[in-house]
C-alpha cells in the first residue's frame, strides 16, 4: 500500500540462547499534527525470524494509537492519511550573480517550501529550468544531493504545515558577458517509494525568478 514502509532492524544484544525470551521497544515517527482527539491506525505487523533462511518467520498483528493534545487515548477515531502531496514553493523574483576572484559568477536565490499535508513522502525535490550556462552548485544548508539542474529540499521529511526556507547557490562560468541573463524556472516535486506523487494543488509547485550577473 502506499503509505506503508517496510523497515528491517536486528534483535538487539545477539544471538539469542535457547528458549531465551528478549523483550525491547522500537519507536516510531508519524508526521501529522497533534489532534484535540485521538486516533487509531490498524494495518501494522511485525515479523521475527533467522535473517537469510528464509523460513520460520513468525509474524504479529498490531494496530497504533494517536495520543490527543489533552493526552487522552480512549475513544478514538481512524487516523486518515492524505494520499496526495501538497507541497508548494516560492522564491525570490530575482538573483544577483556576483563575479568571484577566479572570474566565476555566483548569487544566492531564497527559496521556501511549504508542506501542508501529511501524506507519506521520502523528500522533496526541485528540478530547474535556467538560462544557458547557469547551474546550481548545492544549496545552503547542504545535508541534501543537488546536481547541475536538481536538488532535494535539504532538511529531509517535512512535518504537516512545515515551512523550511533556504538558500539555492546558482553559479555561471567566467565567460558569462554581464546582464540580465534571462528567466529560470523551479519545479517541485514530491517523492515517496522512488515514484513522485500527484500533487493536490499543482498550480503551486512551480516558482520562477530572473537571473542577471554583474562585475
Do not use: K
Not at 506503508?4 to 515517527?29: A, K, M, N
Not at 543537488?146 to 533556504?166: A, H, I, K, N
Amino acid at each position: 500500500m502506499q503509505n506503508r514502509r517496510i523497515l528491517e532492524c536486528s534483535v538487539p544484544g545477539g544471538s539469542l540462547d535457547p528458549g531465551e525470551q528478549r523483550s525491547f521497544e522500537v519507536d516510531y515517527e508519524v508526521l501529522t499534527t497533534t489532534r484535540t482527539y485521538p486516533m487509531a491506525a490498524s494495518g501494522g505487523t511485525v515479523e521475527v525470524g533467522v535473517h537469510g533462511s528464509g523460513t520460520g518467520y513468525d509474524r504479529a498483528a498490531y494496530p497504533a494509537r494517536f495520543r490527543s493534545t489533552s493526552g487522552s487515548l480512549g475513544n478514538p477515531v481512524p487516523y486518515v492519511q492524505d494520499s496526495q502531496a501538497e507541497a508548494s514553493v516560492t522564491s525570490a523574483g530575482a538573483v544577483t550573480l556576483i563575479r568571484q576572484p577566479d572570474g566565476s559568477f555566483t548569487g544566492r536565490l531564497p527559496v521556501t517550501v511549504r508542506w501542508s499535508g501529511d501524506a507519506a513522502h521520502d523528500m522533496l525535490y526541485v528540478n530547474a529550468t535556467l538560462p544557458g550556462g547557469v547551474r546550481i552548485w548545492g544549496t545552503d544548508p547542504q545535508d541534501a544531493p543537488s546536481s547541475f539542474t536538481s536538488f532535494e529540499v535539504p532538511g529531509g521529511r517535512l512535518m504537516q504545515d512545515e515551512e523550511r526556507t533556504f538558500d539555492v547557490i546558482l553559479r555561471a562560468p567566467a565567460t558569462t558577458t554581464p546582464g540580465e541573463l534571462g528567466s529560470a524556472t523551479f519545479s517541485l516535486t514530491t517523492n515517496w517509494n522512488a515514484q513522485p506523487l500527484v500533487d493536490a494543488d499543482p498550480t503551486d509547485n512551480t516558482t520562477s525568478f530572473t537571473v542577471t550577473a554583474t562585475n
